[in-house]
């Protein structure tokens, strides 16, 4: 662990802020909250009793494969989905052994394992209005009785013929679940969706680039401040038809500004020389309003992306003091490497600085919002093979993996990797549901020869406060407690505790396979505080880990150069874990 130095009033802010709300020991939508901090008001478990911890309970839930996303706990009933067939779970925390209670198996197409990206992963659940609401891999959500376990609606959201598929997590703001796609690699004309959440009917479909009418944007209405038609004349002809800009990661919602906030996806293909121009509105954030879709304002991160920087991650909200004066802000770490607070009531950038190994850039320009980038870095056919990219297309983070926040330290925590590549792109012609990329990008590991780091982060001044290194890249996503105990998982199987003050690693635990999914905390039935976390190695390390799935004497496929021994410490699983005093 390595310390930074942080500002006194760092740890004054929480006073200055207020206490946060008190924790009612469920865990009913993706990120705790609709602020998608990952913080659990719970404090049983403390830096002084981490250490103690212990598994009390564990299942498999029958599934080799990529586990990411996070169960879910409601009252005394934990619901789980598994990466594809999509399993839904639910298990009684009331009695001994926590048994099932019952078991839903949907009706998906498994033509869908065809055409997902990276893995046939699940990102999880949403509990609202008495239902578990969730998507399956081959297009389609479904609403099911929390009770009893019945489908209540399924809804076909996502065109598999296209190359859409759907494992992101869905958000629920008001009656609206609002949902989207993956298919940045495969050309789609990304979107996202709004769904009633009474009956599943689609009541709107907001494109993310192409026509002003399609985006459901109003250039010169509220604070929209985009030129007319902007997702149309920032593209060459019409290559916004299959550019990309796919909706796979997580939404927040602020009820009092009544907006949400979304990442959105890759142009495609990577060969940046088939799409001149800014590309708008891939790699960006856009706030809308959940009961129509209008877009009020949006930004982009990485304006013609070069180097596959999704900004797909987590939008956190948090009312931070910057520059002196408490603005309602939101904050972003994106693939590119850079961390963002914004103003979320406008969309104006307040502080951009690197998070992670950069060279891309040389810094984002205050003024424009604009990255200042490195010419020499900047890809496309005629350029060959450009070599010692950082960060690789992997991120400085992956959207795979959630930030958290705490209000009581006024810090950011989050998984890190330390990759770079090399990036040579060539031209490729589309065809639906088939990959659209046109680029080939091995990897190395970066300067200080880890592979990742677990960090906290200053958003309010940009700046690291600790750093915990990794062998390898750290791609699982965190949860912060009111104890004061932030945890986190390792792609070589290691479930771990730190002091979210100072960085120090409390506790860790062997649990059998890598760790791609996010830790929840919970209050039992039993009044006690637990831990929850998956284990199963999978979403782009299925790719790149080596020989990792036992159950196919067909598939031993070699390891990534820049991490051979990952397979020498996991296999692929699929495990349910539990922890507590």
Not at 45 to 56: G, H
Not at 185 to 212: C, Q, R, S, Y
Not at 254 to 281: S, V
Not at 293 to 319: C, K, R
């Amino acid at each position: 662990m390595r310390p930074f130095r942080a500002a006194a009033f760092l740890f004054v802010l929480p006073l200055i802020q207020g206490n946060p709300q008190r924790d009612d020991g469920q865990w009913t939508m993706p990120a705790r909250d609709y602020a998608a901090t990952r913080y659990s008001g719970l404090a049983q478990i403390t830096v002084r009793n981490a250490p103690r911890l212990r598994p009390v309970w564990s299942f498999s839930t029958g599934v080799l494969g990529g586990h990411e996303g996070q169960p879910l706990v409601v009252g005394s009933t934990m619901y789980v989905v598994t990466p594809f067939p999509d399993v839904l779970y639910a298990f009684d925390l009331a009695s001994e052994g926590y048994p099932l209670k019952w078991k839903y198996r949907p009706d998906v197409n498994p033509t869908a394992l065809g055409i997902a990206c990276c893995d046939a992963i699940n990102r999880g659940a949403v509990y609202a209005a008495g239902k578990i609401i969730y998507n399956l891999l081959d297009g389609h959500t479904v609403a099911v009785d929390a009770v009893s376990g019945k489908e209540l609606w399924k809804t076909q959201i996502g065109d598999m013929s296209q190359g859409e598929t759907t494992p992101m997590a869905p958000f629920v703001a008001g009656n609206r679940v609002i949902v989207g796609p993956s298919g940045g690699e495969f050309g789609i004309w990304g979107w996202v969706k709004g769904l009633d959440l009474a009956t599943g009917k689609i009541l709107w479909t907001a494109h993310n680039m192409g026509p002003d009418s399609s985006m459901l944007a109003r250039p010169g209405h509220g604070r929209y401040s985009g030129e007319a038609n902007i997702g149309v004349s920032s593209w060459e002809g019409d290559s916004w038809r299959r550019g990309g800009a796919p909706v796979w990661g997580w939404i927040s919602y602020d009820p009092q500004l009544d907006l949400i906030y979304f990442g959105t996806g890759n142009p495609g293909p990577y060969n940046t020389e088939q799409r001149p121009g800014e590309n708008k509105w891939t790699n960006s954030v856009l706030a809308r309003r959940p009961s129509d879709g209008v877009l009020v304002w949006a930004y982009q991160f990485t304006p013609h992306d070069s180097w596959d920087f999704d900004a797909n991650a987590e939008m956190i909200l948090a009312d931070l003091i910057v520059g002196g004066r408490m603005r309602k802000a939101l904050v972003h770490f994106d693939k590119n490497g850079f961390a963002y607070t914004l103003d979320r009531v406008t969309g104006e950038l307040l502080v951009a600085e690197p998070f992670a190994n950069v060279n891309w850039a040389k810094g984002i320009n205050k003024r424009t919002g604009l990255p200042v980038v490195d010419t020499t870095k900047t890809t496309g056919a005629s350029r060959g093979n450009v070599r010692g990219i950082c960060p690789s297309l992997e991120g400085g983070k992956s959207p795979a993996s959630p930030a958290a926040y705490s209000p009581r330290t006024g810090l950011f925590y989050t998984a890190t990797n330390n990759l770079c590549m090399n990036f040579e792109a060539a031209p490729v012609t589309r065809i639906a549901a088939t990959p659209y990329i046109g680029a080939t990008t091995p990897y190395v590991i970066g300067p200080g020869g880890y592979g990742g780091a677990f960090i906290a982060w200053d958003a309010a001044r940009g700046r690291p406060v600790w750093k915990i290194e990794e062998k390898f890249p750290v791609w699982s996503g965190s949860v912060v407690t009111a104890g004061d105990v932030v945890f986190y998982g390792t792609l070589d199987g290691w479930f771990k505790a730190a002091d979210a003050r100072s960085g120090k690693v409390l506790w860790k635990f062997k649990v059998g396979s890598g760790v791609v999914g996010a830790p929840i905390s919970f209050r039992g039935p039993n009044g006690k505080q637990y831990i929850a976390v998956y284990a199963g190695i999978g979403g782009d390390w299925f790719l790149l880990s080596g020989d990792v799935r036992s159950d196919d004497p067909a598939d031993v496929r070699p390891p990534a150069d820049f991490a051979p021994e990952l397979a020498r410490h996991t296999s692929q699983g699929g495990i349910v874990w539990i922890f507590g005093l």
